[in-house]
């Protein structure tokens, strides 16, 4: 008799641990648009930060070429010759600072952005996991359409013949629970 009833708690704890980790992967597959979100958010701002270093270098190796060679007049070409190499010096140390910066900026951001490119990209590949781990296909085609492709839940329900939203979610959520 005591088994029994350690039986039947022990069916009741399992049930409440398959519903919490459907309830866990229906909020990953409703999340992923926001991983992908994040995911290119951090690429924009890793690339952005380095373009704006890269842009900076340009300028000046722009204004390297736009400097002008000084006039064949001895005099005049003597004073142009020493204001031209001033110049020249001037941005080759603005070019070589501005190197230094990127340099200083990755080596202070690239295990950010790494790690942090890591995460979004393992949160994305984990929902398409369990997506692609759905055997039937009319069921993963289901699932991919209503949390990936993110189609209407109107035009899901008349694709599908459901009748009422909470029959769809149902669905969803009963495709789920074979996964678990």
Sequence with gaps: RL????????????????????????????QYHNYIKQHDNLETWYYNNLDY????IKNYEEQLKNIKSPNTSEDIAVAKAVDKSSQINSIMDK??????AKILWLKGNNSIYFSNLAHWNQRIATV????????????????????????DYRELMKEYEIKENCNLYRKATNILKKLV
């Design 53 to 56: 270093y890269d842009q900076k």
């Design 128 to 151: 398409l996991s369990y997506v692609e781990s759905i055997e039937n296909e009319k069921d993963k085609d289901f699932i991919r359409k209503m949390y990936i492709e993110k189609i």
């Design 95 to 100: 070019i070589k600072d501005t190197k230094n």
């Design 3 to 30: 088994s029994m009833v350690f039986n039947k708690e022990e069916k009741k704890i399992r049930e409440v641990d398959r519903l919490i980790n459907v309830s866990l992967i229906k909020s990953e597959m409703q």
